[in-house]
């Protein structure tokens, strides 16, 4: 069964530091999105691609965030420098057009 | 303002009741299509059910079924025979007209005791 691949599945970092996650989406989704959930919350929009380019990151802090998605495959989100309010769990989704979303098992990270 | 309000924050069953978990919606727009996703504790979104604004019928997927009540703005989650590995979050969300994003509810924590 095809799914979204992410990893790391747990980070912990310093603030400070820069982390960066990866996804792979399922095979053939040309759409791919990155959402962060803060705990206790509902999943919010970061920034979407279709193909590999940027539809919508309105919502992404570009000063710390970036994300890129060269090949129009795989995907990379970056945060530098990491602060403690960025704890929380990244999830990646990709869908085929405006179909559903399906989500990967999403990088939890901490910020100490 | 478009808004998605699950008003339980938790809600607690025994194992073969069915259970209900409430979803309110606004937006003005006509087309619009409804989600839940359950999110175990491991952290994965996965997806139950869609239901599109303009579908004639509820939607059913296995042991889900969506009370959709358009009138009243609400996608209300019904799981039949609760199962103890039905314990987790449970999240409504909305896909407005024009955009293929997602606009999440809080959720609601579902426990399911033997």
């Known amino acids: 069964e095809a799914e979204v691949a992410q990893s790391p599945r747990y980070k912990i970092t310093e603030k400070s530091q820069a982390v960066a996650f990866w996804c792979d989406p399922i095979s053939g989704h040309a759409t791919l999105y990155w959402y962060r959930q803060i705990l206790g919350q509902g999943p919010e929009l970061l920034v979407q691609?279709?193909?590999?380019?940027?539809?919508?990151d309105s919502q992404l802090p570009k000063d710390r965030f970036s994300a890129e998605r060269l090949k129009g495959v795989d995907s990379t989100l970056k945060i530098q420098p990491a602060e403690l309010g960025d704890s929380a769990m990244y999830l990646c989704?990709?869908?085929?057009?405006?179909?559903?979303?399906?989500f990967g098992p999403g990088t939890r990270l901490t910020v100490l | 303002a478009q808004k998605i309000t699950q008003t339980q924050p938790g809600m607690f069953v025994q194992e073969k009741e069915a259970v209900t978990l409430d979803c309110t919606y606004d937006?003005?727009?006509?087309?619009?299509?409804l989600f839940w996703y359950k999110q175990p504790s491991s952290g994965e979104m996965i997806f139950l059910i869609y239901q599109g604004s303009y579908d004639q019928q509820n939607a059913t997927e296995g042991r889900y079924s969506l009370n959709f009540q358009k009138a009243r703005k609400s996608a209300n989650l019904v799981i039949s025979a609760s199962q103890l590995g039905d314990s987790a979050m449970y999240f409504c969300?909305?896909?407005?007209?024009?955009?293929?994003?997602?606009?999440f509810g809080k959720g609601t924590m579902l426990l399911v005791s033997p």
């Open positions: 937006t003005s727009d006509p087309s619009y299509g």
């Open positions: 989704a990709s869908s085929f057009g405006e179909d559903t979303q399906y």
């Open positions: 691609f279709q193909d590999e380019s940027v539809v919508d």
């Open positions: 969300a909305m896909r407005f007209s024009g955009y293929s994003t997602l606009t």
